[in-house]
């Protein structure tokens, strides 16, 4: 499903139609894994200006941590369900010491918690936000290497999503993606959640701005 | 010195060596969290700044708890 949305001012809400934009008192509360937020209270950016507010702060759908969960689950239950069967079977010429299971089951589950943090990290620092005046995309693709595209509201030239499959539709999540003038980047919010309204207060905001 | 203690002398070390290695990933994992938390000012990143340094202590832990145990 991909839906476009040209920006021509016809577009912009009547004084009854209800804004994706909040009034000024309406603010979301963050929690840690809110990957939503109209508004956010107590979020600040790098390069936010004084008088520059966040208007959508955006992460991946949860969804997308459900291969890393499961990846932490099964190493969790590896040790007791699959390793003691592993080791009954290996013929070895020599007896291992006591003191290399210790060592190495506690390290399995050091290592464990090393994938699920890692992979936590990731997600919850990849962010897109929309200010009154930019859209904002923080990448942290691989350790210590960050990406940081933006564009301004004015420049945007259009604006469409997509989503497709029944995960997508049944979570309500999908891709919603900038097209800015001249050499602009595009920007590209990949899995986020409820991207129709994304589009449409992006839309709000634009048609503010001219 | 026979075979077996010879082994298990390598295999020692070697496992040292791995865990050492495991440390500085648990170091670059605080140094990036903290490059992050500079992008975005969060509530919730003083917890996971604790989570890194908890990993970190406890990839230190093991590694002389080999040299000791191993």
Not at chain 2, 16 to 35: P, W
């Amino acid at each position: 499903m991909r839906s476009q949305r040209p920006l021509e001012p016809a577009e912009s809400k009547s004084p009854h139609t209800r804004s994706s934009i909040p009034p000024d008192k309406t603010r979301t509360i963050m929690s840690p894994l809110t990957a939503f937020a109209v508004s956010p209270e107590g979020v600040h950016f790098e390069t936010q200006e004084s008088d520059e507010e966040v208007v959508l702060f955006l992460r991946q759908h949860l969804i997308v941590l459900v291969p890393s969960v499961l990846l932490v689950v099964l190493l969790i239950v590896a040790p007791i369900l699959i390793l003691p069967s592993f080791f009954d079977s290996l013929i070895l010429p020599l007896e291992i010491p006591a003191g290399y299971f210790v060592i190495g089951t506690a390290f399995w589950y050091i290592m464990t918690f090393g994938v699920a943090l890692t992979s936590f990290l990731r997600w919850f620092f990849n962010i897109y936000i929309v200010t009154q005046r930019r859209i904002i995309d923080i990448d942290f693709l691989h350790l210590l290497y960050k990406e940081f595209s933006e564009a301004r509201i004015d420049k945007v030239q259009d604006l469409s999503f997509r989503s497709g499959g029944i995960f997508a539709a049944f979570f309500d999540y999908g891709d919603v993606i900038v097209q800015t003038a001249g050499d602009m980047p595009n920007i590209d919010f990949t899995g986020v959640p409820k991207p129709a309204r994304v589009v449409e207060t992006i839309s709000e905001l634009i048609t503010k701005e001219t | 010195m026979d075979v077996a203690t010879l082994t298990f002398v390598i295999l020692k070390w070697l496992v040292v060596f791995g865990l050492a290695m495991y440390c500085l990933f648990a170091v670059v994992i605080i140094r990036q969290e903290q490059l992050m938390a500079n992008v975005l000012e969060e509530t919730f990143e003083p917890v996971l700044r604790l989570a890194a340094i908890i990993h970190l202590v406890a990839s230190i832990a093991i590694f002389f708890a080999a040299i000791l145990l191993l």
